[in-house]
C-alpha cells in the first residue's frame, strides 16, 4: 500500500510523491483521506518562502526567533491541518472501522494514526463530511478568537463562547475563511451587531450571501461611519470588540481605528511580513486600546482546563450544523482532485489563481 503526499522542496516548487504506508500496529489506525482543506495562510508562506520558520531557529523554551539553522527546512513533508478520513483499519478499540473524522496530518491520501498522540474529531452523521475540514482545526482557530474576547471581559470565568460578543458591536476586518468562519461565531453567539470590513468585492460579495453586513475600508472612512452609527456615550464611539483577520499592516491599523476607546483588537492574522506600517502613535496610544493576540497554540491563560480544543471542536460542529448549508454553497469555492495539488498550491501563492476555500478531494 502506497499513499501519495504533498511536499514543499523549494520556494515555489510543490510536488506530489508516493511514499510505503506504515505498517499497522496494536493501538493504532489507519484512515483513508476523503476531504483536505488548504490555508491559504500558513500553507502558501511555505510555498512563498516567508515562514519564519523556514530561515531561523524557534526557541521553544525561550519563546523567541533567533539567527541559526531553521526549524522547518525543506523538503516540507507535512502541509496543511484540515483533513477528513475514513477509518479502514483500527488495531484500536477506541477508533472503529467506517467511522469518519476530523484530523491535522496533512495532506496526503492515507495516514496512520496513534489516537493516544493524536486528535480524531468524529463526525456526527448529520454533518457534510466535507465540512469536517473545519472541525479539527480551522473552527477552533476562529472559535479561540472569541474565547480570547470573552477572556478580556471576564477573566478564567468564561461560561460560553458568546460572553465575550453577546450584545456588543463587533467588527471584522478581512473576508477570508478565518474572519467569516469569526464573524458567524460572533453572529451566532448575539453579537448586537456584525460588519465585516474588506476591500475585495468578491469577498464582501460572499460575506454578504452568509448573511453578514459588510463595509468598503476603501470607500467612505470606515471609522467615521461605525463611530456614527456605534455611539455609547459622549466622546465614547465605536466597536467594542475588533476580531483582526487579515495579515497586513493596513488591515491592523484599520482595526485599532474602528475602536471605541479602550477597546480590545483580538488578532488572528499571520503577518508574515511584520507589520511596520501600524501606527501606534495614534488611535492605539490616545484612545487607551488594547491588542491580543490569539493564536491557536495556547487558549487564554487559566481557560485551558475547560476550554481545551475538543471543546472549541463541538463549538464548531455546532456553527456547522447552524450554517453547514451556506458554507458549503458560498465559502467553499472550488473542489479540486487531489493530484492537482501541486500546481493549485503554486498558482494560488503566484496569484494565479484567485479561491476562498479550496477543498482537495481524493
Not at 451587531?193 to 463595509?215: I, K, M, N
Request: glycine share 10%; with cysteine; charged share 20%.
Amino acid at each position: 500500500m502506497r499513499d501519495k503526499v504533498v511536499v514543499v522542496t523549494g520556494p515555489g516548487r510543490v510536488d506530489l510523491i508516493e511514499q510505503d504506508a506504515a505498517p499497522l500496529r496494536p493501538g493504532t489506525f489507519r484512515v483513508e483521506t476523503l476531504f483536505s482543506g488548504v490555508s491559504a495562510g500558513t500553507e502558501l508562506s511555505y510555498v512563498k518562502g516567508t515562514n519564519p520558520y523556514l530561515n531561523v531557529t524557534w526557541n521553544a523554551d525561550l519563546g523567541l526567533f533567533q539567527p541559526g539553522a531553521a526549524s522547518t527546512p525543506y523538503p516540507v513533508t507535512r502541509l496543511g491541518y484540515m483533513q477528513v478520513g475514513r477509518v479502514v483499519e483500527s488495531e484500536t478499540p477506541a477508533i472503529e472501522v467506517g467511522t469518519v473524522g476530523a484530523m491535522t496530518y496533512g495532506h496526503r491520501t492515507g495516514w496512520l494514526a496513534d489516537p493516544v498522540a493524536e486528535r480524531f474529531v468524529a463526525l456526527p452523521d448529520d454533518l457534510d463530511p466535507l465540512l469536517g475540514v473545519y472541525v479539527a482545526h480551522m473552527g477552533p482557530i476562529c472559535a479561540n478568537g472569541l474565547l480570547h474576547a470573552a477572556a478580556d471581559l471576564h477573566g478564567t470565568d468564561v461560561r460560553t463562547l458568546g460572553d465575550g460578543v453577546r450584545g456588543r458591536r463587533v467588527a471584522v476586518v478581512g473576508a477570508g475563511v478565518v474572519a467569516l468562519l469569526t464573524a458567524l461565531f460572533a453572529r451566532r453567539n448575539g453579537a448586537a451587531s456584525v460588519v465585516v470590513l474588506d476591500p475585495t468585492p468578491h469577498r464582501r460579495q460572499v460575506a454578504e450571501a452568509l448573511g453578514l453586513e459588510t463595509l468598503d475600508p476603501d470607500a467612505d472612512d470606515p471609522a467615521v461611519v461605525l463611530k456614527t452609527r456605534w455611539a455609547h456615550t459622549a466622546g465614547d464611539r465605536g466597536a467594542d470588540v475588533v476580531f483582526q483577520c487579515r495579515g497586513q499592516a493596513w488591515a491592523l491599523h484599520l482595526a485599532l481605528r474602528l475602536l471605541r476607546p479602550q477597546g480590545t483588537v483580538i488578532d488572528l492574522a499571520f503577518y508574515q511580513g511584520g507589520a511596520d506600517a501600524v501606527r501606534l502613535g495614534e488611535e492605539f496610544h490616545h484612545n487607551g486600546l488594547s491588542l491580543r493576540c490569539a493564536q491557536i497554540g495556547r487558549v487564554p491563560r487559566g481557560l485551558a482546563p475547560t476550554w481545551d480544543r475538543e471543546r472549541l471542536s463541538a463549538e464548531t460542529v455546532d456553527l456547522l450544523r447552524t450554517y453547514g448549508d451556506a458554507i458549503r454553497k458560498h465559502l467553499v469555492s472550488a473542489v479540486v482532485p487531489f493530484d492537482e495539488a501541486p500546481a493549485l498550491l503554486t498558482d494560488l501563492a503566484d496569484r494565479r489563481r484567485q479561491e476562498l476555500q479550496v477543498v482537495l478531494a481524493t
